[in-house]
T-cell receptor, first 113, second 113 residues
Framework: SQTIHQWPATLVQPVGSPLSLECTVE??????LYWYRQAAGRGLQLLFY??????ISSEVPQNLSASRPQDRQFILSSKKLLLSDSGFYLC????????????FGQGTRLTVV | AQSVTQLGSHVSVSEGALVLLRCNYS??????LFWYVQYPNQGLQLLLK??????LVKGINGFEAEFKKSETSFHLTKPSAHMSDAAEYFC???????????FGDGTTLTVKP
């Protein structure tokens, strides 16, 4: 069966520090991968998605970037965090054709102080 | 372009009462529609989905939803609420790339004893 791992679960970082959040998927090949952000009391906003290694699409302009160095690995990064980067970050995958549902990781609670 | 409107950011029901969470969508193509549930500090779990076929779909934990094209609605219902149903619920729409979904702002369901 397929599983998705996301870490760390919580993170407190100072303003101006770098960020690296990692997501890996097991049990499937060539997944579509996604990074979402959830602000307090709001829905999910799609940040990035990837249909293959090295192929990243950005949905909104921001201080963050994403990379996909391996088929089942998706990384969310920042060189210098801003206070406004605080939030709950969720990684998700669906099958290559877009699938009939998305599967979400457990999320990372990022607090920038 | 797609959009989702969830009517009511907070819904409170008594244990054993009917649960009704409202969702209206906008889509330029025949949509895929989803309801997800989120418990505190966790990822999203799929409750049910509509892709094609029967317009009344049944999901996990006794929930069901009906796709009404004429009303552009996909309301979530459960005949009898349990305390364990207390959570946040998200409606989402996609154009057949399930991971690239547009989410509503969510509805927090409170169940009173």
């Amino acid at each position: 069966s397929q599983t998705i791992h996301q870490w760390p679960a919580t993170l407190v970082q100072p303003v101006g520090s770098p960020l690296s959040l990692e997501c890996t998927v097991e049990g499937t090949s060539n997944p579509n991968l996604y990074w979402y952000r959830q602000a307090a009391g709001r829905g999910l906003q799609l940040l990035f998605y990837s249909i293959g290694i090295g192929q990243i699409s950005s949905e909104v302009p921001q201080n963050l970037s994403a990379s996909r160095p391996q088929d089942r690995q998706f990384i969310l990064s920042s060189k210098k965090l801003l206070l406004s980067d605080s939030g709950f970050y969720l990684c998700a995958w669906s099958n290559l054709a877009g699938g009939t549902e998305a599967f979400f990781g457990q999320g990372t609670r990022l607090t920038v102080v | 372009a797609q959009s989702v409107t969830q009517l009511g950011s907070h819904v409170s029901v008594s244990e054993g009462a009917l649960v009704l969470l409202r969702c209206n969508y906008s889509s330029s193509v025949p949509p895929y529609l989803f309801w997800y549930v989120q418990y505190p500090n966790q990822g999203l779990q799929l409750l049910l989905k509509y892709t094609t076929g029967a317009t009344l779909v049944k999901g996990i934990n006794g929930f069901e939803a009906e796709f009404k094209k004429s009303e552009t609605s996909f309301h979530l219902t459960k005949p009898s609420a349990h305390m364990s149903d207390a959570a946040e619920y998200f409606c989402a729409v996609s154009d057949h790339n399930a991971g690239k979904s547009t989410f509503g702002d969510g509805t927090t369901l409170t169940v009173k004893p």
